[in-house]
């Protein structure tokens, strides 16, 4: 109770933050659950299972950055706190170039093998034609590797100590991905691309 009634300007933004950041969590959580519906009847039961099924495989990459996040965001944090801008900046710079690099090899170790793969024996479905399937994995691939490097911009914000801007930045995504999905299930038919 004292830290919300504090006039310190840091004890200020920490509970602007908290709450702010409450709020998100609640709005994100609630545009993941609509989501799920929406794209369940814009899809048929097995295409929307295949979805999943891709979707659970790459969420994987999001722990193939071997720390290189967690660790620019701690020496980030610590050199913003000193004052020390430019080795930030170079901590920020140097660490999105690793995470390129590691995509981009991600990418052609992913795709190579994948344009070889009968995707519908890997699937066990005969819903979706191989083609599609191919296509469809590597623009999911594209996007989740781009995200890859991309979501480490958050932690600036982070080692700004704005974790509310961090958390705008990710349900700003789910709520552009409800109105995208929500538009297409108005303007086309099922389709997983």
Known sequence: KKLFK?????????????IFSAVLKIIGLSCSLLIVPITLNYLNNEVYGIWLTMSSILYWFSFFDIGLGNGMGNYLTQAISNGNYELGRSYLSTTLFMLFIAAIIIAVIAIVPMSMLDLNNVFNTNAISGNVLR???I???TF????????????VFVALQ?????????VSGN?????????????TDGNIM
Request: aromatic residues 12%; glycine residues 2%.
């Open 6 to 18: 504090s006039n310190d300007k840091r004890n200020r933004m920490l509970c602007n933050n908290i």
């Open 175 to 187: 709520i552009i991905s409800l109105f995208i999905i929500y538009i297409l299930t108005k303007t």
């Open 162 to 170: 704005k974790y509310a801007y961090n958390d705008l930045i990710l």
């Open 139 to 141: 623009v999911a691939v």
């Open 135 to 137: 296509n469809v994995m």
């Open 144 to 155: 989740t590797l781009a995200l890859f490097v991309v979501k480490n911009i958050g932690f």
